[in-house]
Each structure stands twice: as structure tokens, then as C-alpha cells.
């Protein structure tokens, strides 16, 4: 048996006067899910929330206010259930294929329970103090699901869906907050308060669901070891092609070198497809 690991990590930066918020993706070389997370809550020159003067701030104790406790309270949220339906998709996709490994430590579930017993440390106790420590700028953590390693060699295309279904879930809880921003945006159910700027807690709740999940899903389907992408090209070969490839994949140790590679490359690019997914989704 082995774990299914994925790392992530996710910033917030000012676009359109309204937050911004992005997350990374990643999968071990053993293809499991421990999503790592660096959420970034506010960046220069101008913060998403009103923090006292620069020179009031000690090194060592986070500025934290009302505002950025409930700014954090919706990403740690977001983490939570987001992670939670990536893992529960791959486990889903893997049970449908006959490896009923993930399902039966109850990783197929939207309860985020099973996913906090499994992983205590990467869904609560991590995040919360690495949000701490931080002064509200970052949020680390991670997820975990087993896997059987032999059911990945014996059918190379149902691993491949499997991997495939991680971004595919993230891609869904994207859409679905499109959904929900043009729809309150066209009712005026929600959007910016007149006088500071700042988008209403409706508004910011989706913001953050589009955003983190858009770049979530992205970041993971770079087609390099450790991201999911990386499996998911399998689709595209021939069986005898996959084992060939699943044997330099798995036998070799490039995570470390993988998730460098993919985030120099991601960060120059990225920005493209959020400008793009924006004005086509979003029409900003």
C-alpha cells in the first residue's frame, strides 16, 4: 500500500481592486495527495485588511486584527473543503476503477473528518500555527490518501482518470463560484462596499473558491513528476508505452527537482491563464 501525496502552495495578490487569491498543487513522486499550502492573505503596497501602523508591529507577534482573522477563517475553510473534494475525488475515481484501497479508510467522502484523522497535523494543527507564526501571510499544510501501487501497474489508464479527477474536482468548485458571482452580482445579492473598496463577505468567499481552485487544478496538471499531470498523460499512450513509463517514473526520485521545475515555470505563465480565466468567465 502506498499514500497518495500532493503538495500546494497559495498567495493572494490585488487585481480588478478586489482579492486575488491563488493556490498551488503538486503530487509526490509517490503519487499520493499532501497538499501543501502557502496561502498569501495580503501583499504591498496595499494590504486586503486594515492592519495597525508598521511601526506598532512586533517581529515576533502576528498583527492580528478582526479582519484578517476572518480573512483567514475563509481560506483556512476553502483549504479545508477543497482539499477535501480533491482527495475524495481521487479516491472516488480509483474505488470506480477497482482499487478500493482510498474508500476503505473513507477517503470517498466530502466529510472532512476522515481526512483530519488521517492527516491531523497537515489540516489543523499546521495550518493554524504556520498562519500564526506568519503574521497572516502564509498557511502551510497537506492531505493524504492511500493507494495500491500494483492496481496503478496492472491498469495504467484507470490511474491515469484517477489522477485526472483531482484537477477535475477543483475545475468544478471553480465554476461553480462563476456561477455563483454572476449570479448575486446580476440579482445584487452582494459586491463592494462604496466606501473602502473591499468586496462583501459574499463576494470574497467566491473570489477565494475561484481563485484557489483554479490554481490548484492549473498547477497540478503540469505534465511533470510529482503533479498529477504527470499521470495523467498516460491517457494519451499505449498500455505497453505506460508500464515502460510508470517504471522510469516510479523508479526514479524527482520530486524535489519536479516541483522546482514546475514552479519557476508556473509562476511565469500563470498569470496568463488568470488574466484569460477572468475575462472569459468573469468578464473582467
Known amino acids: ?11 493572494a495578490s490585488r487585481r480588478f481592486d478586489h482579492s486575488t487569491l491563488q493556490l498551488f498543487d503538486a503530487r509526490t513522486s509517490r503519487r499520493s495527495d499532501v497538499p501543501t499550502i502557502s496561502v498569501r492573505l495580503a501583499n504591498l503596497p496595499r494590504n486586503l485588511y486594515p492592519t495597525g501602523p508598521e511601526e506598532s508591529k512586533s517581529l515576533f507577534m502576528p498583527d492580528l486584527t478582526p479582519e484578517l482573522l476572518a480573512f483567514g477563517f475563509i481560506w483556512y475553510i476553502t483549504f479545508l473543503f477543497s482539499t477535501t473534494c480533491h ?19 473513507g477517503q470517498v467522502s466530502l466529510n ?28 502551510f499544510g497537506w492531505a493524504s490518501a492511500p493507494y495500491d501501487p500494483l492496481w496503478e501497474r496492472r491498469h495504467p489508464h484507470r490511474s491515469a482518470w484517477m489522477a485526472l479527477a483531482g484537477p477535475a474536482a477543483n ?22 462596499d462604496p466606501h473602502s473598496g ?13 481563485t484557489l481552485n483554479l490554481l490548484l487544478g492549473t498547477f497540478n496538471l503540469m505534465p511533470v513528476p510529482p503533479l498529477d499531470g504527470s499521470t495523467a498523460i498516460m491517457l494519451f499512450m499505449t498500455e505497453k508505452r505506460a508500464y515502460k513509463y510508470l517504471d522510469w517514473l516510479r ?34
Do not use: C
Not at 500500500?1 to 498567495?11: F, G, S, T
Not at 473528518?113 to 499546521?126: A, D, K, S, T
Open 251 to 284: 523508479g526514479n526520485s524527482f520530486a524535489m527537482l519536479g516541483l522546482l521545475l514546475a514552479y519557476f515555470v508556473f509562476i511565469r505563465f500563470y498569470h496568463y491563464v488568470e488574466s484569460f480565466a477572468f475575462s472569459v468567465l468573469l468578464g473582467r
Open 112 to 139: 472532512p473528518v476522515p481526512h483530519i484523522q488521517r492527516e491531523p497535523w497537515g489540516m489543523v494543527v499546521i495550518p493554524l500555527i504556520s498562519f500564526a507564526i506568519s503574521k497572516g501571510q502564509s498557511m
Open 87 to 105: 482527495e475524495a475525488a481521487h479516491a472516488l475515481v480509483a474505488k470506480i476503477g477497482g482499487d478500493t484501497t482510498a474508500a476503505l479508510g
Open 198 to 210: 473591499r468586496a462583501d463577505f459574499p463576494m470574497t468567499v467566491l473570489l477565494v473558491f475561484f
Open 171 to 192: 475545475y468544478t468548485l471553480m465554476l461553480l463560484a462563476v456561477a455563483g458571482l454572476r449570479l448575486g452580482t446580476a440579482m445584487q445579492w452582494f459586491g463592494y
Open 1 to 11: 500500500m502506498a499514500e497518495i501525496q500532493k503538495m500546494a502552495v497559495a498567495k
